[in-house]
């Protein structure tokens, strides 16, 4: 599996942009980056995933760089909710023989929104 | 959508009892769903995931099982639960197949304590 490596801990001021980065330089072509984030003593949530386009939902923005081997989670307006730890994954490939995977958590980012 | 439905929310057991939880899914049919631990300042562990009715993969030896009775219903179990098995047990749940392009998505959790 592709390994990832971010921050630990990040600091943002309430309304700015948080830009929280990932690095996944061994990530094979086929294998997409997923984002997660896990608000205390509640389940994960998806945020966003993509394979090599920049991808935007109603959440945040992914961008992969050209070489796919870092991306960029961006939290357009940060508010006092969004204070989380973020993980960013690479997803191991499905294929006819191995069926289902899981995804693999690192210990991810903690992002702390400063009013 | 898919909903996911995980009970109880909190679950104190002595050591050495017996251990059922249920976890069912709704909207979605012939899923993969997973039962994921996370130990108290720990990061997330792929217990186990499941690809169709009866087929189980493990992928940490311990000292749980699971079953998949029914298409969207999956069950973590213990015959004697240990300390070591106090945690945050999370269900999950993607569309299933063999799709590259699937997020998992994550239940509300069970909060175990053994004493």
């Known amino acids: 599996d592709a390994k990832t490596t971010q921050p630990p801990s990040m600091d943002c001021a309430e309304g700015r942009a948080a830009n929280l980065p990932c690095n996944h330089s061994?990530?094979?072509?086929?294998?997409?980056v997923y984002w997660y984030r896990q608000i205390h003593s509640q389940g994960p949530q998806y945020i966003i995933h993509?394979?090599?386009n920049n991808e935007t939902n109603e959440m945040a923005s992914l961008i992969i760089t050209e070489d796919r081997k870092s991306s960029t989670l961006i939290l357009p307006h940060a508010t006092l909710r969004d204070t989380a730890v973020y993980y960013c994954?690479?997803?191991?490939?499905?294929?006819?023989?191995?069926?289902?995977?899981?995804?693999?958590f690192g210990k991810g980012t903690h992002l702390i929104i400063q009013p | 959508s898919q909903t996911i439905h995980q009970w109880p929310a909190t679950l104190v057991q002595p050591v050495g009892s017996p251990l059922s939880l249920e976890c069912t899914v709704e909207?979605?049919?012939?899923?993969?769903l997973y039962w994921y631990r996370q130990a108290a300042g720990r990061g997330l562990q792929l217990l186990f995931y499941?690809?169709?009715?009866?087929?189980i993969s493990s992928e940490v030896p311990q000292n749980l099982s699971a079953s998949r009775p029914q298409d969207r219903q999956f069950i973590l179990s213990s015959k004697k639960l240990l300390l070591s098995d106090s945690g945050f047990y999370l269900c999950?749940?993607?569309?299933?197949?063999?799709?590259?392009?699937?997020?998992?998505?994550f239940g509300n959790g069970t909060r175990l304590t053994v004493t």
């Open positions: 999950a749940v993607d569309s299933g197949g063999f799709s590259y392009n699937s997020p998992l998505h």
């Open positions: 993509g394979l090599k």
């Open positions: 499941s690809v169709g009715i009866g087929q």
């Open positions: 909207g979605t049919s012939n899923p993969n």
């Open positions: 994954i690479v997803r191991p490939s499905l294929d006819s023989g191995g069926g289902a995977d899981g995804l693999t």
């Open positions: 061994t990530i094979s072509g086929n294998e997409y």
